[in-house]
């Protein structure tokens, strides 16, 4: 991985400006993808600080990796990232995949330590795993409140 020159992290754009799951790291260390909002089927707008997951139309992948939504329903429950913008349908932007981030969401239910999963939740955030079949994409840091602070591990 490497520093790209340019690398916004707010930015969202009608037009792709960078290739689509290019990975890029900053100098606080994390790293980030740069994907595709779709809005899904119950067309949840996407919420910087919130839960992105693999977009998977009612729940049925197609393999997609570079296209998220925070529409649970239209994900397969794999965590795709942290959004760092607010996209619009079918726009483009980054999401955090690597390091530590505070959510703008509470988490569904959580303790410190705890692993994290899509399975379970509400759109947008996060639940306690609690089968072996659910993935795994982050650990609860600090799962108080309304601003949890997470590790991630997604599979970027």
């Given at each position: ?89 079918a ?31 509400g759109?947008?955030?996060?639940d ?21 602070i ?7």
């Amino acid at each position: 991985m490497s520093y790209i020159i340019g690398m916004d992290l707010s930015e969202v754009s009608d037009t792709a400006t960078f290739n689509l799951g290019q990975k890029g790291m900053n100098d606080d260390g994390n790293t980030y993808k740069y994907v595709q909002y779709d809005t899904g089927a119950g067309s949840v707008a996407a919420v910087s600080g919130q839960i992105a997951y693999y977009y998977a139309p009612s729940g049925a992948s197609a393999g997609a990796v570079n296209v998220c939504t925070s529409d649970l329903s239209d994900s397969a429950e794999i965590g795709a990232g942290v959004l760092q913008s607010a996209p619009t349908d079918a726009q483009y932007c980054w999401i955090q995949i690597g390091g530590t981030t505070t959510m703008s969401i509470a988490l569904t239910a959580g303790a410190d330590g705890d692993p994290l999963t899509p399975t379970g939740s509400g759109d947008g955030t996060l639940d306690v795993t609690g089968a072996a079949t659910s993935a795994v994409c982050a650990y609860a840091v600090d799962a108080a409140g309304a601003a949890p602070i997470i590790a991630l591990a997604f599979m970027g």
